[in-house]
Nanobody
Framework: QVQLVESGGGLVQAGGSLRLSCAAP????????MGWFRQAPGKEREFVAA????????YYSDFVKGRFTISRDNAKITVYLQMNSLKPEDTAVYYC????????????????WGQGTQVTVSS
């Protein structure tokens, strides 16, 4: 069982930055690729970014490329999402998730989820 706890969400003006954190206490963290997803009201959950077990590989959705950076610190058992140049359309609840071994973009292929953290970008 992997428990995930997100933090770092909040209200920011367009063009601003936020850094989300996802803590995953437990020895099994290093077996999992980690992903960030988001869900806006009335919309389906969508893939944002993912990172491999080692952290050497990352993958981003087109709408965040060049603005968001995913990283992980396996010693601290934490994954991060640095979000820059935020836009009002980035407003959503952001979730981190864990998938066994490989980077995945389909939320159905993730095994564990956090509770989510709200990000609101004002125009």
């Amino acid at each position: 069982q992997v428990q995930l706890v997100e933090s770092g969400g909040g209200l920011v003006q367009a063009g601003g930055s936020l850094r989300l954190s996802c803590a995953a206490p437990g020895r099994t963290f290093s077996r999992y690729a980690m992903g960030w997803f988001r869900q806006a009201p009335g919309k389906e959950r969508e893939f944002v970014a993912a990172i491999s077990v080692s952290g050497a590989s990352t993958y981003y959705s087109d709408f965040v490329k060049g603005r968001f950076t995913i990283s992980r610190d396996n010693a601290k058992i934490t994954v991060y999402l640095q979000m820059n140049s935020l836009k009002p359309e980035d407003t959503a609840v952001y979730y981190c998730a864990a998938a066994t071994y490989f980077i995945r973009t389909n939320p159905r292929e993730y095994d564990y989820w956090g509770q989510g953290t709200q990000v609101t970008v004002s125009s």
